[in-house]
């Protein structure tokens, strides 16, 4: 019930933010017209490109359904767009769903019964499917067939129902939930990494392309340093710059037009947005840098405590900017760097 609402939270925050890695229905749909469509087009992941690659190959020279694929990582690296690649290379049907839309082991068996031959079954934040429904997962994927159960009670019976095979790719931003008994019977795991800022570059150039707006290439490289290592950032602020560019510029995404939209939109340099700021902001100024407790620091941001360590915090403490100690959160050198104030010694003095 936590994590469901720590997901309800982070979905809320993020349709109000232009730099939280999580997506609504529209942004899904703003996003659909940019993804790569093969995995020859797919930006980044080195590594994970080349494995998954070998694993489609092979299970195309087979000419049999690939293994069941695992794909773990931060909300906005890809995986969906991974999902849709593998179905679109293996020239198979995607069946999407998710585990909080999967509630009940019928729900599952509904899914799993209609599936096609080779078909691919997408299960987006896999680690929120309900306990029943995993249990039945754990057969199909293995044994390719589930027991439909028919009556209650005592006169309750199993038919055995076999299932054409198919491929299950999971995705999931928690892949610590995800129990051992799960996480074993995918044949191919990989981890999302965030993207490096020349990868971020081309993401963009190729995004631009497909919009039809010109990039300078400064643009580029200043849009790539603001995107929290996320293409998807990367995406929503290419969007934004081009609104800007077109409504008050001269239809060109040149670096004035990128530093002009991201200064409307309040995003500083280093990709921080106002919530950032005033986290960083009350650590610093109003708590001397630390420690202070989640729900005071919230209080003082005028945000709720799970916005604000779902949301804000897993940035700061990635960028070193914040750190997480069992007194509460402190605030490190570059939080007050960044803010332009001077480094306090922990006596009381200034760092030399």
């Known amino acids: 019930m936590a994590d469901e609402h720590e997901e309800l939270v982070t979905e809320r925050f993020a349709a109000e933010s232009l730099v939280q890695s999580g997506a609504d229905d529209l942004e899904r749909a703003a996003e659909a017209a940019l993804r790569p469509r093969r995995l020859e087009e797919f930006v980044g992941q080195r590594v994970v490109r080349d494995q998954l690659s070998l694993v489609l190959d092979a299970a195309r020279n087979r000419g049999k359904a690939p293994d069941h694929v695992l794909l773990s990582g931060p909300p906005g690296l890809g995986k969906t767009t991974l999902a849709m690649i593998i179905a679109a290379e293996m020239g198979a049907p995607l069946r999407v769903t998710s585990g909080p839309a999967i509630q009940h082991a019928g729900d599952l068996a509904a899914v799993l019964s209609s599936l096609e031959e080779g078909e691919v079954l997408f299960l987006d934040e896999i680690h929120r499917l309900a306990r029943p429904a995993e249990e039945l997962l754990y057969m199909a994927m293995e044994d390719f067939r589930v027991d439909v159960i028919v009556g209650k009670g005592a006169g309750a019976s199993a038919i055995p129902l076999t299932l054409p095979p198919f491929t299950v790719v999971g ?103 106002r919530l950032d700021r005033a986290v960083l902001t009350a650590l610093c100024t109003r708590f001397g840098g630390g420690p202070v407790g989640l729900t005071t620091l919230a209080v003082a941001v005028g945000e709720e405590p799970e916005t604000v360590e779902t949301v804000a915090e897993p940035f700061l403490v990635r960028e070193g900017l914040v750190g997480r100690t069992p007194r509460g959160r402190v605030a490190l050198p570059a939080a007050w760097t960044h803010l332009g104030l001077e480094v306090p010694h922990p006596s009381g003095t200034l760092f030399g």
């Open 171 to 273: 995705a999931t931003t928690r892949a610590g939930l995800l129990p051992a008994p799960l996480r074993d019977r995918f044949g191919f795991t990989a981890h999302l990494d965030f993207y490096a800022a020349d990868e971020l570059e081309r993401v963009l150039v190729r995004s631009a392309g497909l919009l039809g707006v010109p990039l300078d290439p400064a643009a580029a490289a200043e849009l790539a340093s603001r995107s929290r290592g996320t293409p998807r950032i990367a995406n929503r602020l290419l969007r934004r710059v081009r609104d800007w560019a077109e409504v008050r510029g001269d239809g060109t995404l040149s670096l004035v037009a990128a530093r002009s939209a991201l200064d409307v939109y309040e995003v500083d340099g280093l990709g921080l947005d």
